[in-house]
C-alpha cells in the first residue's frame, strides 16, 4: 500500500496539470485584488455616501480578512470543484487511456488497494490546492488591503442573518478550521469523480460528466422550482464548510453536514472499488 | 477485502454520525420568564393579495377573518398594511366592537395604506412621511409610552427600500429618545440565510444594508418565528428596543390566511 501510494504521489508531482491548478489559482486571486480594490474604491469614496446615507462598507470593512473570505467563498463553488474533479477524473481514466491500467491490474497488488491509493492522492492534492489558495489569500490581503477583524452582513455571502463580527485572531483560526471543512466537502466531488473515471474510459469524459452533474445539481438547487428537491443533493450539504465562518459555529449542524459528506465520500468509493473489480480491462 | 470492509464501515459510522447530530426540530415558538417592567402584545399583517389577482390591495370580504384573529389573539396594538382606506379601517374598528382605535396613514405615491389599530383609547396616530410614501405611528401607553410604527417598503426595487428605511429611521431615531419604538410592518427584504448563494448582487448588498442599519438600534424580535410570506420568504418584521429583555411568545400564525392573502400575521410579545 505504501508503495502504491508513492508511485501515485510521484505521478502527481509529476503531472502539469497539478502545477496548472495552482497557476490559475494565483491568477484568480490576481483577479479578485483588481475586483475588490477597485469595488472597495468606489464605496469608499465620495460617490458611495451620494444616494444612501448609512452603509457598513467603511474602510474598516474592506481589509484583508474580508477579501480572503469573499475570495474563498467565490471560488470554492465553481473554481476548486474542476481541479479536484480533473485531478480525480484522471486517476483511472488516464491509465486506461494510456494502456498503462492493463499492466499495473497484473502486478499483485488488489485493485481495491490502487483505488483507495488513488484518492488518497487525490484527497491530499484537494487538500494542498485548498491550503494554498486560503494562504495565499491571507498574505495577499495582508500585503494590499491591510488586517482588520472580519465583519459579517446578512445577505451578501448569506453567511449570517444578523449582524456579526468575528475578532482577527479568531478569523485566523477560523481559516485554518475552513481548510479542513472544505477538503472534506470536496471529497465528496473527489470520490464521483473517481466512480466516473472507473466508468468511462476517457479521462475527459470522467471530468465532465463529473462537473456536469456537480453543475446540475448546484443551478437546479437555486432554481425554486426545485426547493423542495435541494436537500437531497449533495451539493447542499457541501455547503457546510462555510458554517466555520460564522461568529458562534453551529457546531452540531457542521458535524451533522460533515457526517452526510462522509457518507457520500465512503458509499461513492465502495461502489467505485465493486465496479473497478468487476471491470474487465481491455485496454 | 479489508478496504471494502473499511469503507463499509466508514459509511455507516457517517451515517450514525449524520443521523445522531440531526438537529431537533425546533419549537417556532418560545416562551421565557422575564423580570422585566412591561410587556406589549403587538402583532403585524400585510392583508393585502398575491401579484397575480387584479386587485392585490386587501378585499372586503377578508375583514371578518381578520376581525377574528385579531380578537382571538387580543394584540395591544396592530400594524396592518395594504388597506384600501378608510373605509375598510371603519368595517375592521365595528367588526372588533370597538375594542380598538385605529387609523390609516396619508395616501403617499401609491394606492395602498397602512393602518395601526391600538386598545388604548388614549391612543393618538402620527403620520411618518418616508420619500414619496406614508408610514403611521401610534403613540399609547402600557406601562410607559410606546410607538408602533406601522410600515410597507417598496416590493418592488431594493433601493427604493433602503431609502424607504433611511427616513424611516431617521424619523424613528428623534422619537426613541423619549419612548419605546417598535416598527412592524412589511419590508420585503430578501435576506434568508438558507437561500445560500455566492452571487453578491445589488438587490441584495441593498436589503442587507437596510436591515443592518435598522439593527444598529432595533433588534429583530421575530426572527426565530420563520417564514411570513408564501414561497419561504420572511419579510415581515418586527423591531424592538435592543435592551429589551426576553421575548415572549413569537408566532407567525400559519392557518389566519384568507382568501388570497400571501402573508400571514407576525405575533410578538416583546418585554422591556
Known sequence: MFTLLKLELEKLFRARSFYLSF?????FVVLMLWGFYTYAARKTGGEAVEQFKYTYESKQYFNGLTFALYSLLFSFTLLLPIFVSMSAGSQIASEARSGTLRMICTRPISRASLILSKFMVTALHAGLLLTFFIGLNLIVGLIFVGWGNLELYPGPLNLV????KIMRDDALMRFGYAALSGTWALLVIAALALLCSVIFDSPVQA????????LTLYIVGRVEFFEHLRPYFFTTDMEFWRDVFKPEIPWQNLWHYACVCGAYTAGLLLATVLIFERKDIVT | MWVKLILLILFCLMIAGAVHFAKPRESEERSSSSNSSGSVRLLTWNIGY???EDDTRAHDK???AVAELIRRESPDAVALQELTGKAQLNTLLKLLNGEYRGAVAQQGRGDRFEAVLVKDTGATFTPVPVGERYALAAS???HSEIVLISAHADAFNASRRRAYTEALMDWVETRAQSATVFIAGDFNFELKAANETNLYTDNL???SESYSHILRSFR?????AGDTAINDRRIDYIFGPTQSGNVGRVAVLRDAAVGRMDHWPLLVEARF
Open chain 2, 62 to 64: 377578508d375583514l371578518p
Open chain 2, 220 to 224: 429583530d424580535l421575530g426572527r426565530t
Open chain 2, 140 to 142: 399609547f401607553r402600557s
Open chain 2, 205 to 207: 448588498k441593498h436589503d
Open chain 1, 23 to 27: 497557476i490559475v489559482l494565483i491568477g
Open chain 1, 161 to 164: 442573518d444578523a449582524p456579526g
Open chain 2, 50 to 52: 398575491a401579484e397575480l
Open chain 1, 207 to 214: 471530468t465532465v460528466m463529473t462537473i456536469a452533474a456537480y
